[in-house]
């Protein structure tokens, strides 16, 4: 995880800095020294705080960041989530990465966390999806943990998930399932897309251990938990918003996969001030 960090920081800061900062090497002297609260300007939970830390540090090693929140933690509007000490262009070169990285984390963290308490007291774990940022996704789908929620795949190399399009390569799903079965190590496990409870059925008899219904209504959901009967896991995906998601949870399904926690996400509203 360090060095994503440092890698997607590095990325940013030179796509930002380029050349060099014009308006600060025009307007500040070079021994300027100043001082900057990180304040939140509503109320969120905290995701990235140690990845603002890096944005800084990378570009002085002497910088002083004080940490007053850390991630996972609920902030009201109007407090102070740290504050830092350096060189003042440096604080101005670093400003907008930092903001950038840590808004966007803070937005993903406290949607999960709506998510998450949405469905309190059932048994359903609310997941991400692969529907990340290109080149944010360490960043993304550790701000989902911080909310609350859990880690669906990190990419194509850690899983088995047989979609659609794998389905119809691979000539049905008991084909595609037989021939996973041939291949696979005993580590990982199979997880199959069905878009009805046919679909599901054949899934269930062919060995998968995990089956996803997509998009189908409550009541098929309903269906398919009783189909399935506890001898793989469910997971439900597609249409899935904050305004359904309870509803989803109580049909008593699994897992509940959620592409909006990663793209369609509101950055959460903090300002750098000096003072």
């Given at each position: 995880m360090q060095f994503e960090i440092e890698?997607?920081?590095?990325?940013?800061?030179?796509?930002?800095?380029?050349?060099?900062?014009?308006t600060t090497e025009v307007t500040i002297a070079r021994d300027s020294v100043a001082r900057a609260?990180?304040?939140?300007?509503?109320?969120?939970?905290?995701?990235?705080?140690?990845?603002?830390?890096?944005?800084?540090?990378?570009?002085?090693?002497?910088?002083?960041?004080?940490?007053?929140?850390?991630?996972?933690?609920?902030v009201r509007k109007g407090e102070v989530i740290a504050w830092l000490k350096g060189k003042s262009s440096v604080l101005l070169q670093g400003e907008r990465v930092a903001l950038n990285l840590l808004q966007r984390m803070s937005g993903i963290a406290s949607l999960t966390a709506q998510y998450v308490a949405a469905v309190?007291?059932?048994?359903?774990k609310i997941v991400d999806t692969r529907k990340t940022v290109p080149g944010l996704r360490a960043l993304d789908k550790?701000?989902?943990?911080?909310?609350?929620?859990?880690?669906?795949?990190?990419?194509?190399?850690?899983?088995?998930?047989?979609?659609?399009?794998?389905?119809?390569?691979?000539?049905?799903?008991s084909a595609a399932i037989e021939r996973a079965k041939g291949k696979l190590s005993h580590t990982l496990k199979i997880e199959i897309e069905t878009r009805n409870l046919a679909e599901a059925e054949?899934?269930?008899?062919?060995?998968?251990?995990?089956?996803?219904?997509?998009?189908?209504?409550?009541?098929?959901?309903?269906?398919?938990?009783?189909?399935?009967?506890?001898?793989?896991?469910?997971?439900?995906s597609g249409g899935v918003n904050l305004e359904r998601v309870r509803d989803i949870a109580e049909t008593g399904v699994d897992i509940i996969s959620v592409g909006a926690l990663t793209h369609s996400v509101s950055a959460a509203d903090i300002s750098m001030l000096f003072n």
């Open positions: 890698r997607i920081v590095r990325t940013a800061l030179a796509e930002d800095i380029g050349l060099g900062d014009v609260d990180l304040v939140a300007k509503e109320n969120f939970t905290l995701a990235g705080i140690d990845v603002a830390e890096v944005v800084f540090r990378t570009l002085d090693r002497d910088v002083r960041f004080e940490k007053i929140f850390v991630d996972g933690q609920s309190e007291g059932t048994t359903a550790y701000s989902v943990r911080m909310g609350g929620g859990w880690n669906h795949r990190i990419g194509l190399f850690d899983g088995v998930l047989i979609k659609e399009n794998h389905i119809a390569a691979a000539g049905g799903i054949e899934a269930l008899l062919a060995g998968a251990d995990i089956i996803m219904l997509d998009n189908m209504s409550l009541a098929e959901m309903s269906q398919g938990v009783e189909l399935i009967a506890g001898r793989a896991l469910v997971e439900a």
